[in-house]
């Protein structure tokens, strides 16, 4: 399927414990989103200095960004501990009240796909995010009253790759909220060089770790997928050390190209180039020839061929643009005009 490549976004179970050793736990450690950064040291030292919780924080964007890693950091530096929960858990108000009775004054409650929450779970958390309250309505009716049950202040994180189905009351009740961008190669290569350290890889050369780093798709999830792929392969095939030839061996059995395209991203492509003409076609269309799900192309391979510039999203459908065909060694078809013959007014016979 295509959410278990290589190349996904989405961190499969078995890898979570390396990930967790990768991560950094100080903000000084943390490699890119420098503006991100910078917003929150400030936040951080005013909050300290006031001896108050951090400010409620919404992260979103790209799944593999580091929104999970930098919650964890923010609960250090607070010197609290840190509450994991996701949006679909919590089913019920009785949920959040369970997770919120456990918190400590400076503890961080982290929820993922924080757009997830049930309407009755907002209901729950808005008073516990603005006055450090819980409103339990007990019995129902005429005799429904509400108990109001103190809770200890704590900052919530939410984390969302989907800010836009985000309720605007929730969204309104984050003090800091920032958008995660993609990663440079040169924060990619930081990120790596750290990894081989910590993994106690050695590096045959530089342009290895930028190989890699080119090919990870400004993800640093999938940067240290690849680092670890490249690695076994040193490890069975080469001398154990990660270079460039090594890169390329390892890389190429995955069928990842020096674009950080695999299989799946270049039959998309491929597929609108040879049987649709180059496109313009629609994803519904698309999907049906590829046997795949449209949501999973949309989710999964089109926002990179965005990113790189080889897809291009139009009225009428999906077409590919002249450096994708480039890529793919295929003739360009400039689809922008109307594919209609222009009506000559002169002709008599119109």
Known sequence: MATDRLLSTTAAPDEERTNWALRPTEIDDYVGQPDLIGRLRIAIQAAKGRSEPLEHVLLHGPPGLGKTTLAHVLAREMGGKIILTSGPVLSKGTDLVAALARLQRGDVLFIDEVHRLPIAVEEFIYPAMEDFRIDVTLDSGLAARTVQMPCQPFTLVGATTRAGLLSPPLRSRFGIVHHLQYYTQEE??????????????????????????????????IANRLLRRVRDWAQVKGDGRIGRAAVDAALRLEGVDALGLDALDRGFLKIIATIYGGGPVGLETIAATMNEDAGTLEDVV?????????????????ALTRAACDHLGLAFRDTSASQLPLLDLDDPER
């Open 188 to 221: 990619l290569l930081t990120i790596l060089v750290r990894s081989c350290r910590l993994l106690n890889v050695p590096v045959a050369d530089e342009d290895g770790l930028r190989a890699i780093a080119t090919r990870s798709r400004g993800t640093p999830r």
């Open 302 to 318: 089109e926002p990179y061929l965005l990113q790189v510039g080889f897809l291009a999203r139009t009225r009428r459908g999906r």
